[in-house]
């Protein structure tokens, strides 16, 4: 079930002047996909990773809106470490991307904008099926 999609990060516009900054993202143009839930990690203990799965179908885009942390990705054919600390920066993460989230900064709000709705089927959470369903 390999895909040909791939993880990328996106750097989105910054609009401001004296009064502040301003950022916009919209589905289907600055986010590749229509967003069907929003979640926010933040108050991560240091130390502590967090993710450690994969998905079937959902596409998710990940936003440090605050802080920074990093992002471990594997897609079976390549590994790499992200780094987010830049609210215009946009990780685009494709179901096949095992990812760990990790060095979270003490202030880090980490946005994540998902294609789907919540569904516990559609994780894989066992890193020996997730090699079963995208490895070559």
Known sequence: MQSSLSSKII??????DDRGQLT???ENKTIPFEMK???????TVEGVRRGFH?????????????GSCS???DNTERKEEVQLDS???VLILEPNDWHEMYDFSPDCVLL????HLYD????IRDYSKFLEVYGA
């Open 11 to 16: 750097e989105v516009n910054v609009l401001g």
């Open 24 to 26: 916009v993202v919209e």
């Open 87 to 89: 609210p215009n920066k």
């Open 71 to 73: 992002i471990h990705l």
């Open 54 to 66: 994969a998905h079937y179908k959902t596409r998710q885009a990940l936003i440090c809106v605050s």
């Open 37 to 43: 839930r929003v979640f926010y990690i933040y108050g």
């Open 112 to 115: 994540v904008l998902a294609s």
């Open 120 to 123: 516990p089927d559609d994780y």
